[in-house]
């Protein structure tokens, strides 16, 4: 039997969350499912387990991107500046543990 979930509760950081982007990233992987699911009836096996592999990740980085942002829209992450995460729509962070004021970020090493 199924229980159907009368309401659910969203942890306030993520009350900021860019829902339209998301469903857009999401719309945009269905796409890329069903080419891999055209590739595959035509029996190319490599291209369509290659296309899923590589639009997996890149979903995986967009979410997490987003949930960032909506983090530090929030300001629950107060060592990144809400800039430097609100102006790169390329979705490419820089370098690991980069604030973007020459500092690290708490927890990362520099070498």
Do not use: F, W
Not at 57 to 79: E, F, N, P, S, T
């Amino acid at each position: 039997m199924v229980k159907k979930v009368k309401s659910v509760r969203v942890p306030p950081e993520l009350e900021e969350l860019d829902l339209t982007r998301l469903v857009k990233e999401c719309e945009g992987y269905l796409r890329d499912l069903e080419s891999a699911s055209l590739l595959k009836a035509q029996g190319d096996d490599e291209a369509s387990n290659a296309l899923l592999a590589a639009r997996r990740d890149d979903l995986g980085r967009k979410i997490a991107r987003l949930v960032l942002q909506a983090r530090a829209r929030y300001g629950l992450l107060r060592h990144i500046d809400k800039a430097d995460v609100e102006g790169d729509a390329t979705g490419s962070a820089g370098p690991a543990g980069s604030t973007g004021s020459g500092e690290t970020a708490p927890g990362s090493s520099t070498t």
